[in-house]
């Protein structure tokens, strides 16, 4: 604490309003009937921006004029300079906010862009960003490969990656800041290349029909297309391959998330260091047609514990953004969320979790050249080149039964010699006589469910919105998921791509939204 003596927070009331339509919840005897309609996007009323904010009542003047009075007192009693220690908070969050999202990663520090980007009036939002890793140093960010695809198989994951990949090829026009350097993210074109094996080849060859519909440019390679074109790789085992022809490659992660960090500074964005530890709510109880009492709840303050310190600011609120990754779902459970009767909505969890992914940096001189694509094998290992200098990158998915612990961040380097290695050379004979220079270890934030993002807010913990679970392709779809999230909080339905598939009521309904395209 430092001899701080820090002053109480104003508490004025959060002005809130439950719209809640009893009818949907009557007619059917089945439970999941009659909560599907309340669990609808279109049932929720849209948030005018005017309506985010919280009101500020007389006791803040009142006491910050006490305060005044007192300072003055102490001041005319002491010898010399001014003494203001009462104030002296600048390392504290703001004591309230109109949206607070909780993650500073790329996908929190989008949805604020947009939040920003898409208000009525300037400075209507009050928006802080929360990250508890000022350093990013296990931040799933900046441990990625970077890689953007259009080659999903759902079109809804199609259409984001369509957004993002206009969004980072106009970085500029969304990202620039006056009298800074223009933003570069060294994007590389070299596209993905997806092989198939006999069993899965149908499975390939319908991805991309539908990846064309949606108006992605990838075709489809034979066998003796792909030695004709990439005359280095060994097509043993390959019966068809995908290739995108544009908008896929890789880019530098760290530049996108300090161009965001930049650009929300000079938009009024807040951050703080800090960990959610605690949210303050309200609740609302109703009851079925089935006797059975749902409690819909309101986020009004929400608790952040200073880094390295047991003090905590508590920050008023009228929206929290949960995009807090990997640890996403322990904020959840802050919440309440999934703390109910097993069965029940109040008791479904976030199935988010942390799932720890190695990538490992070789050297082949002999490698493939410069025109390499994102190569994702048949046997679930992927590489790419990296930089000038012969250096590649790459990793491998394990299975279930293979999962590291995620408790830490520490390298399998036998992972790489029994699992990826011998892969590697198979497909790529050059890799025989590779090098490993260097390897680390992120996390991703793993649906369990359907590894498919989560997005849009929670049933019952009103105001929630989520922003998470995208299992390894969160990165590129960022720019997309935070315009969803910003559309959802303001207008209250999804507009550029409807994104209600992704809506936390799926795991209620157990309605899986799989996407087969996860390595």
């Not at 507009?495 to 899986?512: G, V």
Request: glycine content about 10%; proline content about 6%.
């Amino acid at each position: 604490m430092g001899g701080l003596v820090r002053i109480p927070p104003w508490r004025g009331k959060v002005i809130t309003k439950v719209v809640a339509e009893c009818g949907a919840l009557r007619g059917s005897g089945s439970e999941k009937l009659m909560f599907r309609r309340a669990l609808q996007l279109g049932l929720r009323p849209g948030l005018s921006f005017r309506r985010l904010g919280t009101r500020r009542g007389g006791s803040t003047l009142d006491w910050h004029g006490k305060v005044a009075e007192i300072k003055k007192k102490i001041q005319s009693a002491l010898p010399g300079d001014t003494w203001d220690p009462l104030y002296d908070t600048s390392h504290l969050p703001p004591e309230h906010a109109d949206v607070v999202v909780v993650g500073g990663g790329v996908i929190g520090l989008s949805v604020a862009y947009w939040l920003k980007k898409l208000e009525k009036k300037r400075d209507a939002i009050r928006v802080l960003v929360v990250e508890r890793d000022s350093t990013y140093s296990k931040a799933s960010t900046v441990f990625s490969v970077g890689g953007i695809r259009q080659q999903f198989s759902l079109p809804e994951n199609i259409q984001l990656s369509l957004f993002s990949a206009n969004f980072l090829r106009n970085i500029n026009e969304y990202l620039a800041v006056v009298d800074a350097p223009p933003v570069d993210l060294q994007f590389n074109p070299s596209g993905y290349l997806l092989l198939a094996s006999d069993k899965d080849a149908a499975v390939l060859e319908n991805n991309v029909k539908v990846q064309r519909q949606e108006g992605a440019k990838v075709c489809l390679m034979s066998p003796e297309h792909l030695r004709t074109k990439f005359p280095w790789i060994n097509t043993e085992g390959v019966a068809l391959a995908s290739y995108g022809m544009e908008g896929e490659g890789w880019f530098d992660p760290w530049s996108l998330l300090q161009a965001f960090r930049l650009k929300l500074q000079s938009m009024g964005v807040l951050f703080s260091q800090g960990e959610v530890t605690r949210f303050v709510t309200s609740s609302t109880s109703m009851e079925t047609s089935s006797g059975e009492k749902v409690n819909l709840k309101r986020i009004y303050e929400v608790h952040v514990k200073m880094d390295n310190s047991l003090e905590y600011q508590p920050v008023e609120c009228a929206i929290v953004i949960n995009a807090a990754g990997a640890w996403s779902g322990q904020v959840a459970e802050l919440a309440g969320i999934g703390m109910g009767p097993p069965g029940t909505l109040q008791g479904i969890k976030l199935p988010v979790e942390p799932r720890k992914r190695y990538v490992y940096v070789w050297h082949c001189p002999q490698g493939p050249g410069l025109e390499t694509p994102l190569v994702a094998d048949v046997s679930r290992v992927y590489f790419r080149r990296e930089g000038l200098g012969c250096n590649y990158l790459g990793g491998r998915s394990p299975t279930e039964e293979e999962e590291p612990d995620p408790t830490n961040l520490e390298v399998d380097h036998d992972f790489f010699q029994d699992k990826v290695w011998p892969h590697l050379a198979k497909r790529v004979p050059a890799f025989n006589n590779l090098k490993v220079q260097s390897a680390w270890a992120g996390f991703y934030d793993y649906n369990t469910f359907d590894q498919n993002g989560v997005v849009g807010p929670h049933p019952l913990v009103v105001n929630m919105y989520f922003a998470t679970g995208f299992s390894g392709h969160g990165l590129q779809h960022a720019p997309a998921v935070g315009r969803a999230v910003a559309e959802m909080v303001l207008e209250g339905h999804f507009q550029t791509i409807d994104m209600s598939p992704f809506l936390f009521s799926r795991f209620y309904l157990e309605e899986k939204f799989q996407e087969r395209n996860i390595f």
